[in-house]
């Protein structure tokens, strides 16, 4: 898909900034500065040329009412969508959303190929799932269905940002002609859907179940694709017991067995948070990326102050028992 270049204008408004990336063959990611507003979004281009006649018509009817569905919810763990429209005569659909400036999880995974420290592990994972739990508890309640590093983007500060909501599928052939569609990542479709089963909320805890072992471990969930995932315990010896169990009930290949809400899936991961906490004084050159984790013990109780407070009360009364003393 021809990319365009930077200076390129739409809709006398959005001014192409920067070429991110190239997100899949049929989507592309820039940075776009809104020259009305003066403000920096992300804008995603889907190819629409993939589909004509009735598919076409089927296609953009579903485009409009999902894009316009997204722009109406609010979280701060999701980027606002602000606007869409699709360009027939250029076979292109564009998405434009909220911008988060610090790179994608992958990104940050790639970067610590053993896996990131465990009080990341657990804190992105909350945040996550604290995500997800406002798609599952809304009056819809929709599955987000595309969970991957790839779809979680991080500002500068470490908050999350869920970026994609698999708006480029309704032109995919296959689902604008009313077919089954297989949604996700491989590594992060549940067993279930990927056997046909259609979308629903279990798909999302599998895939989060996947993606806290991609970021507890580095190892790439696809590589375990219909085979089963190990425990996390066994691949990186830093993952507690605790830890471990709570990743591999997500990731149950029976839905039954796995956590029945989001809910129960944060609450057991808030628990082991506190197995973990970081060391304060780390060695010389040591960042936050690299810093060690221990397990949090409980805190000293101070010795040595009663001492001093009753020599302080003894010299504060010492004049006064003496006075009294030569009445």
């Known amino acids: 898909m021809q990319t365009l270049q930077p200076g390129t204008r739409l809709r006398d408004r959005y001014r192409i900034a920067e070429l991110v ?65 699709l360009d027939r005569d250029a076979g292109r659909a564009y998405v434009v959303s909220e911008w988060a400036d610090g790179g994608s999880l992958s990104d940050r995974i ?4 053993q896996g990131l420290p465990l009080d990341q592990v657990v804190d992105l994972g909350s945040k996550t799932l604290d995500v997800l739990y406002f798609f599952h508890t809304g009056a819809e309640h929709t599955p987000y269905r595309v969970l991957s590093p790839s779809t979680v983007w991080l500002t500068s500060d470490d908050e999350i940002k869920l970026v994609d909501f698999a708006l480029a599928t309704s032109f995919d052939p296959k689902r604008a002609a009313g077919n089954a569609y297989r949604f996700g990542q491989p590594g992060y479709v549940s067993p279930e859907h990927a056997a046909g089963g259609p979308p629903d909320l279990a798909m999302d805890t599998f895939a989060a179940g996947a993606l806290l072992h991609y970021m507890a471990t580095g190892r790439d969930p696809a590589l ?18 605790s830890l471990s169990d709570v990743i591999m009930k997500a990731l149950n290949k029976d839905p039954k067995q796995r956590y029945h809400d989001i809910g129960g899936f944060k609450h057991d991961l808030m628990a082991v948070a506190e197995e973990f906490a970081p060391d304060e004084s780390p060695s010389a050159g040591a960042t936050p990326s690299t810093r060690t984790f221990q397990a949090a013990a409980p805190a000293e109780t101070k010795k040595g102050c009663g001492g001093a407070a009753l020599l302080v009360l003894a010299l504060l009364l010492a004049p006064i028992v003496i006075y009294l003393a030569n009445m």
Not at 110 to 113: A, E, F, V
């Open 21 to 85: 990336g190239t997100i899949s063959p049929v989507e592309t990611l820039y940075r776009i500065d809104d020259e009305r507003f003066s403000t920096v979004w992300a804008m995603r281009e889907i190819d629409a040329s993939r589909v004509s006649g009735d598919a076409l018509e089927r296609a953009a009817a579903s485009f409009e009412r999902e894009s316009a569905f997204y722009e109406g919810l609010r979280h701060q763990g999701m980027a606002q969508v602000v606007d869409h429209w």
């Open 110 to 113: 790639r970067k610590h190929p």
């Open 224 to 241: 375990h694709e219909g085979e089963g995932f190990p425990p996390p315990s066994e691949l990186r010896k830093e993952v507690t017991a």
